[in-house]
């Protein structure tokens, strides 16, 4: 990743701060830097998110995927919020990463609309599933929420969807469960009766 100047930071900060919006997009696209992007980008959500209409054209998965989780977040959050027309563009940019299904859960919490809500977590839907512990615990909370919201609203394919992977999970439990069983029954028919008596005691 090509990164810009000192003076190209400065430039930029100034412009979006200033309102010159379209000049600073023009200057971070000339670059040809994803920094200067993100720089761009970073600064419209936290000084002025509802002018992300006026930056959507450096909104792309080349830019997205070199954020941080928090930062996804923080975008999609303030897109929903104050600039939901973009918010389709913002989520397609969205990477195919199983990090990036929880910031999008969260994201989707504070989202004050529950359309909006729905529309987060439809796209984390389609992310892989997380694979640690704690992250799948949390993912299995935000498919009974996104069910719940899908048939509150109508939105029967998505609760489907939801309900789905729900089970899914819930079958990778059962196997993994079993699996246990078998384990210990092994472990026990390989100790002798007189082990088996001694630990008893």
């Known amino acids: 990743m090509t990164h810009g100047s000192a003076q190209d930071v400065s430039t930029l900060t100034i412009l979006v701060r200033e309102g010159r919006l379209e000049e600073a997009v023009v200057r971070a696209t000339k670059a040809r830097s994803v920094a200067m992007k993100r720089l761009v980008l970073d600064l419209v959500v936290a000084d002025a998110p509802r002018a992300l209409v006026r930056v959507v054209a450096l909104i792309s998965r080349e830019v997205i995927e070199h954020l941080p989780g928090d930062a996804v977040e923080r975008l999609v959050v303030a897109t929903a919020r104050h600039a939901p027309t973009v918010l389709p563009a913002v989520l397609d940019a969205v990477p195919?990463?199983?990090?990036?299904?929880?910031?999008?859960?969260?994201?989707?919490?504070?989202?004050?609309?529950?359309?909006?809500?729905?529309?987060?977590?439809?796209?984390?839907?389609?992310?892989?599933?997380?694979?640690?512990?704690?992250?799948?615990?949390?993912?299995?909370?935000?498919?009974?929420?996104?069910?719940?919201?899908?048939?509150?609203?109508?939105?029967?394919?998505?609760?489907?969807?939801?309900?789905?992977?729900?089970?899914?999970?819930?079958?990778?439990?059962?196997?993994?469960?079993?699996?246990?069983?078998?384990?210990?029954?092994?472990?026990?028919?390989?100790?002798g009766p007189d082990e088996l008596t001694a630990s008893s005691r």
Do not use: C
């Not at 977590?121 to 935000?142: K, N």
């Not at 998505?158 to 699996?179: K, Y």
């Open 96 to 191: 195919e990463e199983a990090e990036l299904v929880l910031p999008l859960f969260e994201a989707a919490t504070r989202a004050d609309d529950a359309r909006r809500e729905l529309m987060i977590l439809g796209r984390a839907l389609e992310l892989p599933v997380p694979t640690e512990g704690a992250s799948r615990a949390r993912y299995r909370d935000m498919l009974d929420k996104t069910s719940a919201i899908a048939v509150r609203l109508g939105q029967h394919l998505i609760a489907a969807r939801a309900a789905q992977r729900a089970e899914a999970l819930f079958e990778e439990n059962d196997v993994a469960l079993e699996s246990d069983e078998v384990e210990e029954t092994a472990r026990v028919r390989r100790r």
